[in-house]
């Protein structure tokens, strides 16, 4: 309780003026920068990087027969560090097939399911964890670049809005703490500008790998605020948005946090 109070306290200290701030684009940093010395250097080991697990397992699961057909990713898809190169900077995209805008996860799900004819994979669950951490391995060091162009422009201002708008017990929006307070320290925690491009990611604080909507989930949960359930289009319209604010970061996934 007291720290609640506390972080109310902090966080009635940002100015009218600044609701709407946002961050210019000289000074768009990676959470990596907010990383002290012995998770980044985690991160950058890929022997030590505990999300490697996941990768390796992401690969494996590439190669593996599945579903009525007993075909694999790879028998569609073939190579993936050729067909999925570069694939993941631009999600969520509009799947031109329903027009509605995909997570990569959801991708993943649906080409699972429509095209392998296999059993859906729970959300969170250690094989869709490993095929989205191995796909977005795959675009390491490429710059996210989401469209909102076209028929992704409404999701986009949705996720925008989603952003900005207070919510929770602690009335506190997304902009609150990445915006308008990152650099500033919370319980100790480097508040960073809240990026998307280090994620699936693990999380020492999980002991296991993560999607960024559940990353999204703890920052809701932390202003006390209602938690959608997975894959719900809320978080969707808001990775849009996040992706657009992030573009130009280059990938890191997966990437260890606390
Ligand atoms: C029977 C063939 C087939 C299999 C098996 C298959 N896919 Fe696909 N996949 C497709 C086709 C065709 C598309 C593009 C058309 C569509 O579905 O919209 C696609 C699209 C995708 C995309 C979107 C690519 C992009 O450029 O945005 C991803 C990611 C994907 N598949 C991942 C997988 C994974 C992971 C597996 C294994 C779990 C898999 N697919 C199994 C046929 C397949
Ligand atoms: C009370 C402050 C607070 C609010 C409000 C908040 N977050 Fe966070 N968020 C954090 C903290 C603390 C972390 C963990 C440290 C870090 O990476 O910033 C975090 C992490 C993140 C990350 C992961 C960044 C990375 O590099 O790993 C993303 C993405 C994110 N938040 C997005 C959001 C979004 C979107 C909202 C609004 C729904 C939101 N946050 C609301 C405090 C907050």
């Not at 998770?39 to 027969?65: C, H, I, M, S, Y």
């Amino acid at each position: 309780m007291k720290a609640l109070i506390l972080i109310a306290l902090v966080f009635c200290a940002v100015p009218a003026a600044a609701q709407r701030r946002v961050i210019p684009p000289s000074d768009i940093k990676s959470g990596f920068e907010f990383l002290g010395p012995d998770l980044k250097k985690l991160q950058q080991d890929d022997f030590a990087n505990p999300g490697t697990l996941w990768v390796d397992r992401g690969e494996k699961l590439w190669r593996a027969a599945a579903g009525g057909d007993g075909k694999s990713c790879a028998d569609c898809h073939g190579d993936a560090r050729t067909s999925m190169k570069g694939v993941a900077v631009s999600y969520p995209k509009i799947d031109e097939r329903t027009g509605k805008l995909m997570s990569l996860e959801a991708r993943i799900l649906q080409s699972r399911v429509e095209r392998q004819k296999a059993p859906p994979l729970a959300r969170e669950s250690e094989d869709l964890l490993a095929l989205s951490a191995y796909i977005t391995s795959l675009s390491r060091g490429l710059p996210m670049e989401a469209n909102i162009d076209g028929p992704a422009r409404r999701n986009f201002e949705l996720g925008e809005a989603f952003f900005f708008r207070r919510r929770g017990q602690l009335n506190l929006a997304c902009m609150h703490c990445h915006d308008a307070n990152w650099g500033r320290t919370l319980f100790e925690e480097r508040i960073s500008q809240g990026h998307p491009n280090a994620w699936p990611a693990y999380r020492l604080d999980w002991q296991t790998m993560g999607s960024l909507e559940r990353r999204l989930r703890a920052c809701l949960s932390g202003v006390r605020a209602e938690i959608l359930p997975y894959g719900s289009p809320e978080y969707t319209d808001l990775a849009l948005y996040l992706s657009w604010r992030a573009r130009g970061l280059p990938i890191e996934s997966p990437g260890v946090r606390r």
